[in-house]
Each structure stands twice: as structure tokens, then as C-alpha cells.
């Protein structure tokens, strides 16, 4: 490990033990703004040991699981109380980007673990309403042969995101969130024990 990088591990070992001494009152703050990422670039050394947050809040890795990897720490909500505040935050922040209330909704409910990443490229396509873009988005089929990817690229000059399986989130991402639900078909609500802030890739200890 580098000079550079012991450096950054310690400091975010540093920035990690300053999490348990913050006021309930400011987590409150940072969850109801949405703005839920305590540390932005935190280094993986092979394991994480989650601080004891106050007010019942608490600290989820995420990223990937290789020493040196980069990831984020970010807030969770553990009680009613703060699961409630974690929620309005969530949503607040999916409508100030634009999108409607159950635009929001629906964007908060998905099941999309790209969900967050994916919010602002969601926000310009609904906004931008153009329905020749969002139709083109609609129509791309991670199943296209080679050939057929290349020709729906040059036809609706879509590159972004890039990869495969990204733009297919973006794409499923995009359809459940204009789709407004019917009686029948109500909104998708996490049960108890699904956390929609968890990742496949989080890691806890």
C-alpha cells in the first residue's frame, strides 16, 4: 500500500471514529436533506467495523469487498423514528432533481440498486419530456445481438450509460417509474426486513 493510500486509510479510520460523537440532531439534518453519504471515498482494508451512532441511527459500507477498494459510508435509519425521517429525506431529494411526488415514489419503492446513481440521468430524461428519447431508452434489449445494439445506437444516438447492464437498469429504472400503478397493481412497499438503502455489495461487521 502506497504512502498516499496509508495516509487516506487512516484518515478515513479518522473521519469513521468522528461519526460515533456526532448530535443526533445534525444525522437528523443530513437524513432529511437526503444527503445521506458520510464519507464520500472511504478505502477498504478488509473489514468494517460499524461506529455505534446516537439517536438511532447507524453506518453501512458500501462498496466492493477488495482491500484498496473504494467505497462510501453512508447513513441508515434503525428505528421508526429515524426510518421515517430517512424516508421524507429520500424522497425530498428525488423531488428537488424534478420528479413528481409518485414519480419519487415510485423511483424511492424500486427495487433498482442503481437507483441513486441513476437519479439524475432519470431526472433530465422525464424532464426533458421528449418522447422520442424516452421511447428510444424503452426500446433498447440487453439481449441485441452485436449488430443490432450497434444499429439501435446510431438510430437513436443513445451512449450513455454505457455499459450493457447499466443502461438496461436505466431502462427498467425509467419504465417503473413513469408507470403509474393501477388498483390491482399497487406500488411496490419494502417489507420489513428489505432495506431499500442496503447494496448487494455492502458490507457490515
Known sequence: MTTINTLAVAAGKQRLHTLAGM?????????SRGETVLIPEYIYTGEFAAPQLRGGWGCL??????EGTVGQVVLIPQTDR??????????????SK???????????TSRSNSKHALLPLLAEVLLSRDEDR?????SYDINFTKEAYWSWRDA????YPKHPKQLKAFCDLLREVMI?????????????DERPWEHPLACRK
Not at 61 to 66: A, L, P, Q
Not at 98 to 108: K, S
Not at 156 to 159: A, E, R, S
Open 23 to 31: 448530535q443526533p440532531s445534525i444525522l437528523d439534518d443530513i437524513a
Open 61 to 66: 459500507y458500501i462498496g466492493g469487498t477488495r
Open 82 to 95: 429515524t426510518s421515517d425521517i430517512w424516508r421524507a429525506g429520500q424522497l425530498n431529494i428525488a423531488k
Open 98 to 108: 424534478g420528479l413528481n411526488d409518485g414519480q419519487a415514489l415510485r423511483w424511492l
Open 134 to 138: 424516452i421511447s428510444n431508452y424503452l
Open 156 to 159: 437513436t444516438k443513445i451512449d
Open 180 to 192: 403509474v400503478p393501477t388498483d390491482d397493481e399497487p406500488p411496490h412497499v419494502p417489507a420489513a
